[in-house]
T-cell receptor, first 114, second 116 residues
Framework: KNQVEQSPQSLIILEGKNCTLQ??????????LRWYKQDTGRGPVSLTI?????NTKSNGRYTATLDADTKQSSLHITASQLSDSASYIC?????????????FGPGTRLSVLP | DAGVIQSPRHEVTEMGQEVTLRCKPI?????LFWYRQTMMRGLELLIY????????DSGMPEDRFSAKMPNASFSTLKIQPSEPRDSAVYFC??????????????FGPGTRLTVL
C-alpha cells in the first residue's frame, strides 16, 4: 500500500534554531517528492520538488534531501523565524499513466517561539 | 497573477442543504484539482480535471458529491444533500502540464465548510 509517514507529528523550537523534519514513504513506482508549507488558514505552498536523481534541493533557508534507496526525505530549516510556524506536508507522486496520483503525508506542525 | 480564486471563503449551512463551492484556476493551467482537508484525514484528493475533462474521481466520497468544469476558467464542487461529516476545508488547486512531472500545484485559499 502506498503510504507517506512524517515525524515528528509536532515540534516546538526557539527562533534562530535549526530543525529537521522527516518523511518516510512506501510509494511505488516513484516519480517525485514534494514538500509543502501550509500556514494556518491558507492553502499549501510548494517549497521543493525532487526527482529520483536529485538528492538535495534548497529554497532559501529550506533544504530538502532525498534518499531514494531508503525511501526517506528530510526538510532542514536553518535559522528558524517566527514565520516558519506552519504545517509541513510531504507528498510523493506515483508514476502512472495519468501522472497525477499523489500520496500525502499527515504533516508536521512546527511552532517557532520567540 | 491573482492565483487560484475560491469562493466563498466560509460557508455555514444546515444538514440537508445543497452547497456549491467555486474555483477559478490560474489562467493557462490545464489541470484543476479539488481537495478536502480535515484534522483526522489530512489532505485528500477528491477529483481532478485535465482540459476541463474529469480524469479521476475515485476520491469523491459518495454520490452526494459532484464536480463540474464547464470551461477552462471555472469549476464547481457541489454537495447535495450536505451532512455534518462533510465539514472540512475544501481546496482547489491548478497546475500546468508544460512542466511535466515536476509541475507545481498552486492552491487556492480554501473554503471552510461547516454543516450543522
Amino acid at each position: 500500500k502506498n503510504q507517506v509517514e512524517q515525524s515528528p507529528q509536532s515540534l516546538i523550537i526557539l527562533e534562530g534554531k535549526n530543525c529537521t523534519l522527516q518523511c518516510n514513504y512506501t510509494v511505488s513506482p516513484f516519480s517525485n517528492l514534494r514538500w509543502y508549507k501550509q500556514d494556518t488558514g491558507r492553502g499549501p505552498v510548494s517549497l521543493t520538488i525532487m526527482t529520483f536523481s536529485e538528492n538535495t534541493k534548497s529554497n532559501g533557508r529550506y533544504t530538502a534531501t532525498l534518499d531514494a534507496d531508503t525511501k526517506q526525505s528530510s526538510l532542514h530549516i536553518t535559522a528558524s523565524q517566527l514565520s516558519d510556524s506552519a504545517s509541513y506536508i510531504c507528498v510523493v507522486r506515483v508514476r502512472d499513466n495519468y501522472g497525477q496520483n499523489f500520496v500525502f503525508g499527515p504533516g508536521t506542525r512546527l511552532s517557532v517561539l520567540p | 497573477d491573482a492565483g487560484v480564486i475560491q469562493s466563498p471563503r466560509h460557508e455555514v449551512t444546515e444538514m440537508g442543504q445543497e452547497v456549491t463551492l467555486r474555483c477559478k484556476p490560474i489562467s493557462g493551467h490545464d489541470y484543476l484539482f479539488w481537495y478536502r482537508q480535515t484534522m483526522m484525514r489530512g489532505l485528500e484528493l477528491l477529483i481532478y480535471f485535465n482540459n476541463n475533462v474529469p480524469i479521476d474521481d475515485s476520491g469523491m466520497p459518495e454520490d452526494r458529491f459532484s464536480a463540474k468544469m464547464p470551461n477552462a476558467s471555472f469549476s464547481t464542487l457541489k454537495i447535495q444533500p450536505s451532512e455534518p461529516r462533510d465539514s472540512a476545508v475544501y481546496f482547489c488547486a491548478s497546475s500546468s502540464s508544460r512542466q511535466g512531472q515536476t509541475d507545481t500545484q498552486y492552491f487556492g485559499p480554501g473554503t471552510r465548510l461547516t454543516v450543522l
